[in-house]
């Protein structure tokens, strides 16, 4: 296929990979391998057998990527599955993304759920929702407002990291988020709701609802009565 070309599907059926300017789907489709392209639009279901690269991605449906993909700006309302690395320069989320290996970036803004099997690597991490890191979620500057469920991650660092509860503004939803990870390393680091084996930075505040094992700190540190630090070491 010669660049310049679009591919737009309004049925259902198996299309060839290639490189292409615009990819439309609005019905059901599947790419049999390997496609490069300026836009990447989906408005129904499909599935890409090998790597996605795209420009511009748009997701209101929902998406399965089996190789790997990588993209500039990245907005997604419905879920997108994405089965290797993933190099998503902007991305905006509002349903879910699941990446079964490294997710990489520059700015993350995510109002919905992620899955990530390996590393998480972005200049600036804003999530309110909720979250499944195994391996290590790396930032400049991470702000974590816990909505939902049990979030997790291996390990947390970066330079300011604020994790905080967020509560539903429906009625009768009582529930909070809440964070299970093993270490969380930062210049400045506050935390709410947040269960951890280390804590270290030059300032730590460790607010309410938070289970800690060991804080390091070279500056300050400040404990919130409603929490549990079993040990606290000025280094």
């Known amino acids: 296929m010669e660049k310049g ?27 049999e391998s390997n496609v490069e392209c300026s836009t990447f639009h989906i408005y129904g279901t499909s599935e890409a057998l090998e790597n996605v690269k795209a420009g511009s991605v748009k997701v209101i449906g929902e998406t399965v990527v089996m190789g790997k993909m990588e993209s500039g700006d990245m907005l997604v309302m419905g879920t997108l599955s994405i089965a290797g690395e993933s190099a998503l320069k902007k991305i905006k989320i509002l349903g879910t993304l699941e990446v079964g290996e490294r997710l990489s970036g520059e700015t993350a803004n995510i109002k919905g759920s992620i899955s990530v099997g390996g590393d998480v690597e972005y200049e600036r991490f ?70 951890a084996d280390i804590v270290r930075g030059k300032l730590v505040k460790v607010g309410s609802g938070c ?25």
Do not use: C, W
Not at 10 to 15: A, C, D, L, R
């Open 5 to 31: 070309q679009n591919l737009t599907i309004n049925g259902s059926g198996n299309y060839p990979g290639g490189r292409y300017d615009k990819v439309s789907i609005r019905g059901e489709g599947t790419i």
């Open 126 to 195: 804003d999530l309110s929702g909720g979250f499944e890191i195994k391996g290590l979620l790396n930032a400049d500057t991470i702000n974590i407002a816990l909505r939902f469920g049990n979030s997790s991650a291996e390990e947390i660092g970066g330079g300011k990291i604020t994790i905080k509860r967020k509560t539903s503004l429906l009625p009768f939803v009582k529930d909070e988020g809440s964070l299970v990870v093993k270490v969380i390393e930062g210049d400045e680091v506050f935390l709410e709701n947040t269960t």
């Open 211 to 235: 289970q800690i094992g060991r804080v390091e700190y070279s500056t300050d540190f400040i404990q919130d009565k409603h929490s549990t630090v079993k040990m606290s070491e000025k280094i």
